[in-house]
């Protein structure tokens, strides 16, 4: 059976993204559902898999990155508003028999993601 998972790497300063919380949501046009909060651990990552089994199916899903408050926390100098604060991410799954894992690069005025394994 296939998972989703995810973890958050702050690449200005080389670390994990620790603390920071993240909304799942399953989409269907434009209905957005709400399956799960978590938050990263001291690795960036989640103790488990943000979706498995059933709940893991074929469909869109968003990701929601509240890395406001962890930018705020990390950063020497930091400007309000921030540039970035709750990054949502959306994506496809189409064989949820597989790993779908998608990473948050993050910097205070960048990100980029991915489908890992």
């Known amino acids: ?12 300063n080389g670390r994990p993204g620790q603390g920071i919380i993240i909304d799942v949501y399953r ?20 103790d488990a898999p943000l979706l498995e089994g059933e709940a893991f199916a074929v469909g869109e899903y968003e990701l929601v990155f509240h890395a406001g408050d962890y930018l705020r926390r990390h950063q020497e100098s930091t400007f309000e508003p921030l540039f970035l604060d709750v990054i949502p ?7 949820a028999s597989q790993h779908y894992h998608v990473p948050l690069l993050l910097s205070p005025y960048g990100y980029t993601t991915y489908r890992g394994s």
């Not at 059976?1 to 200005?12: E, I, K, P, Q, R």
């Not at 399956?35 to 960036?44: E, I, K, Q, R, Y």
């Open 27 to 46: 989409l269907s046009g434009t209905r957005r559902e709400h399956l799960a909060t978590v938050t990263t651990n001291d690795d960036g990552r989640c």
């Open 89 to 95: 991410l959306r994506f496809g799954v189409a064989d």
């Open 1 to 12: 059976m296939g998972y989703l998972t995810t973890h958050v790497l702050d690449t200005a």
